[in-house]
């Protein structure tokens, strides 16, 4: 089994509503993103994927969000605007594109991240 890993960054705004403190007001992040996949076989180059794939497809999703105000988009009106729902968001869409998609890890700061995978994983 094989596991790649890339990263990207997006900044965006957003309030976790009901939150019983600050975080209930409009605030922003630089948002890290790590996104994890995972192929048992080699394709006949030698590799599990293309790094460049998988960075262009993360790019893509992370733009639809950057220097935006999460609370505004269709999916976080039906979901408060947590990392654990930004994970949710990210791997959904990653899934769509590239089916081996093990886990998605989302840093709010240097300190503090959440990872949703499937169950099973």
Excluded at 62 to 75: G, I, R, T, V
Aim: glycine letters at 6%; aromatic letters at 10%; a positive charge.
């Amino acid at each position: 089994m094989f596991e790649l890993q890339v990263e990207g960054t997006f900044s965006a705004a957003h309030q976790v509503r009901g939150y019983p403190g600050d975080c209930a007001g409009v605030h922003g992040h630089t948002y890290k993103i790590e996104v994890r996949i995972r192929v048992e076989k080699l394709d006949k180059l030698g590799m599990a994927m293309d790094f460049r794939r998988l960075k262009m497809t993360l790019k893509r999703i992370l733009k639809e969000l950057d220097h935006k105000n999460l609370n505004k988009l269709s999916f976080f009106k039906k979901h408060n605007a947590t990392a654990e729902w930004v994970a949710v968001y990210i791997f959904q869409k990653m899934k769509k594109k590239i089916k081996s998609v093990a886990s998605i890890t989302v840093w709010e700061g240097p300190n503090s991240s959440v990872t949703y995978h499937e169950d099973g994983e």
